[in-house]
């Protein structure tokens, strides 16, 4: 059974840091291209990093691009998303996703396996 599972979510104050990890067990996803989401309330979910399988190529987006650092450790099967001067407007549900096989993931519905997420509240 895979299972993605999400941690390192809480409550820090606007300007704060905060490390997600994304562990992965049942299958190995060092050959994937894995990813961040979130989901706000009352809005869509919304793609937020993404990493290749090497750790070479990098993507974010726009609204998290030099704040945010996606990384990843394949020996330990496991992602991370490092979060910098966070605002509240970051605050949301953070999913973690795998088993991309292109290069550049961007979409939902590229991804197979998806973690529960984990929340992340950031106060004004």
């Known amino acids: 059974q895979v299972q993605l599972v999400e941690s390192g979510g809480g409550l820090v104050q606007a300007g704060g840091s905060l490390r997600l990890s994304c562990t992965a067990s049942?299958?190995?996803?060092?050959?994937?291209?894995m990813g961040w989401f979130r989901q706000a309330p009352v809005k869509e979910r919304e793609f937020v990093a993404a990493i290749w399988w090497s750790g070479g190529g990098t993507y974010y987006s726009d609204s998290v691009k030099g704040r945010f650092t996606i990384s990843r450790d394949n020996a330990k099967n496991t992602m991370y998303l490092q979060m910098k001067s966070l605002k509240p407007e970051d605050t949301a549900i953070y999913y973690c996703?795998?088993?991309?096989?292109?290069?550049?993931?961007?979409?939902?519905?590229?991804?197979?396996?998806w973690g529960q997420g984990t929340q992340v509240t950031v106060s004004s």
């Open positions: 049942g299958r190995t996803f060092r050959s994937d291209t």
């Open positions: 996703a795998g088993g991309c096989s292109a290069y550049v993931c961007l979409q939902e519905s590229q991804y197979d396996y």
